[in-house]
């Protein structure tokens, strides 16, 4: 009901006090283009999902994304790129490893980070599901890639989780890249979170570890789809 306070001798150096609200826990944002369980090859030839890929039901295979986006070839890839991802959960690597073998990709190490002694288990299918995508996308656009580091909290809020795993990954310098491609807009998560998180990726920034976030469907400021710094 009152704006948090600090005792002074740590006021200095306190940037944000976060997690004291009841802002959501999970946010996913992924959208299926098909019915779950539903058979891909059964799309309709006249669907609007029939969308010229060569990919099961016609959607785009992992080399297809990579030829639209103009990606080099398996041989001109980097092979010691890590990419660190951000997640609220964990995932099957059953579900990882049939689609690398659907789309014939080579099955780099995907490894759980924990993040607050989160221990990994599957608490929502789809969160898992969520998760499962982006590991899938980031093996699909570069198959050469050295490693995935999947850090999970899924025990806080989205606020308390995404600045956490952005201080671990600076902290842990092992990453490349780190990519979060889901989360609340901003401004749902309120000043305080944002001048906290400005402060991680500014040290994320200094050690040279790319950050990329996703833009949602409408831009940076869509009110209850995905986020964009």
Do not use: W
């Not at 833009?215 to 995905?226: F, L, N």
């Amino acid at each position: 009901a009152v704006t948090p306070t600090v005792p002074t001798d740590i006021a200095g150096k306190t940037s944000a006090v976060i997690g004291l609200t009841d802002g959501k826990k999970y946010t996913p944002y992924l959208q299926m283009g098909k019915v779950m369980g539903k058979n891909p090859s059964d799309t309709p030839a006249n669907s609007s999902a029939n969308i010229g890929g060569t990919g099961p039901g016609s959607y785009y295979s992992a080399a297809d994304l990579r030829t639209i986006y103009s990606i080099p070839t398996f041989g001109h890839l980097d092979h010691q790129t890590v990419i660190a991802l951000f997640e609220q959960g964990g995932f099957f690597k059953s579900d990882v490893e049939t689609y690398l073998n659907r789309m014939k990709l080579p099955h780099p190490p995907v490894t759980f980070v924990s993040v607050d002694k989160y221990n990994g288990s599957v608490d929502s299918l789809q969160v898992e599901l969520e998760a499962v995508v982006d590991i899938d996308m980031v093996i699909a656009i570069n198959p050469a890639i050295q490693e995935v580091l999947v850090y999970e909290d899924g025990i806080d809020t989205f606020p308390v989780a995404l600045l956490d795993t952005l201080n671990q990954v600076a902290d842990d310098k092992k990453a490349q890249v780190l990519s979060i491609s889901y989360g609340q807009d901003e401004g749902y998560e309120g000043k305080a979170a944002i001048k906290a998180e400005n402060t991680a990726l500014v040290q994320l920034a200094a050690e040279g570890i790319t950050v990329t976030v996703s833009s949602g469907d409408s831009g940076a400021y869509e009110i209850g789809r995905a986020s964009c710094r």
